[in-house]
């Protein structure tokens, strides 16, 4: 087909070969959770520490200083915080951090959470030729086996995008499930060009996410600063109504955004209200895709 054609000008069977390249499958909801809980909790933390300013060949000390904030500080306090709540969580941990980080990623691993694969250097896989994003994904999942001790079942790519490839090569690797799509609230099988991969997708979503509310760009002028009441406001109503409807709260954090002493309230909170509101079962988001796969209503 010519390239000079416009969106608006393709032939049917082109869009359509373009959004049904990767879908949503069958929905994975469970008719109950483990123990009769009514909620599943999938609390996340995205450990990218210096390589948001890495990845793009950055080397502003100031940007890597935040980052290095993740470690020193994000981490050690959100990992307490857990552990008084007595909750297990996901940490998704681009390889380089755990090469800066590996005693990070032993304690992580150590309390009970989840390491799962986010990519290299937190490179933009959907840019990626295919040869290349198989390298690191491969690269990346035999760096946390190292740091953590235990081999990354599950990946939340480093953008939360998808290139023509990714799927394929995750089905490879063998690896059970996703956390970087949105196309539902429950879990869901992921299709390859129509076909089932019985990969799990475990969906996000960019306003349970801290980044989008809290994250700045001094030289852009660009300031999108919520009050942290107002965050808190937007996950309680998503906790809540998860909790009404049966399915999953799930929320990603960063440690060196939401691990500061004026915003690290929200998830003390969040877990609080979670478990006033009762029959709610906290697990990573590795346990949360198996049991979706293999209690599906």
């Known amino acids: 087909m010519s390239a000079e054609l416009q969106p608006w000008q393709w032939p049917d069977e082109h869009w359509r070969k373009i959004v049904n390249h990767v879908r949503a499958g069958r929905t994975l ?20 520490h210096e390589t948001n300013e890495l990845r793009d060949g950055g080397e502003s000390i100031g940007k890597l200083s935040q980052g290095q904030y993740g470690n020193r500080q994000g981490v050690p306090r959100i990992l307490d915080l857990l552990e008084k709540h007595d909750v297990r969580a996901s940490f998704y941990v681009p390889a380089v951090t755990a090469l800066l980080y590996p005693d990070e990623q032993r304690r992580v691993a150590a309390e009970g959470h989840e390491v799962a694969l986010h990519g290299w250097i937190h490179e933009r896989n959907s840019v990626l030729p295919e040869d290349a994003e198989r390298d690191l994904m491969h690269r990346a999942a035999d760096t946390l086996e190292k740091a953590a001790g235990r081999r990354p079942v599950g990946i939340r790519t480093p953008s939360w995008d ?11 690797m063998g690896l059970e499930y996703d956390s970087s799509l949105m196309a539902d609230v429950d879990c869901y099988e992921l299709l390859l060009g129509g076909e089932p991969t019985g990969v799990v997708e475990l969906p996000v979503e960019w306003i349970r996410d801290d980044a989008v509310y809290f994250n700045m ?28 409807e049966g399915g999953i709260f799930q ?38 895709a198996r049991y979706a796969r293999d209690n599906a209503a």
Request: charged share 20%; aromatic share 12%.
């Open 217 to 244: 760009n001094r030289f852009a002028g660009l300031r999108p600063y919520t009050p942290p009441a107002d965050v808190f406001d937007i996950f309680r109503r998503e906790l809540q109504a998860a909790h009404a």
């Open 251 to 288: 929320l990603t954090m960063h440690p060196h955004i939401s691990g500061y002493r004026s915003r690290l309230w929200i998830l003390d909170e969040l877990i609080r209200q979670a478990k006033s509101l009762g029959n709610v079962w906290f697990a990573t988001h590795a346990e949360i």
């Open 162 to 172: 998808f290139s023509p490839n990714t799927l394929k090569i995750t089905k490879e």
């Open 29 to 48: 909801r469970p008719a109950s959770w483990p123990g009769g809980a009514r909620c599943a909790i999938a609390l996340s933390f995205d450990s990218d």
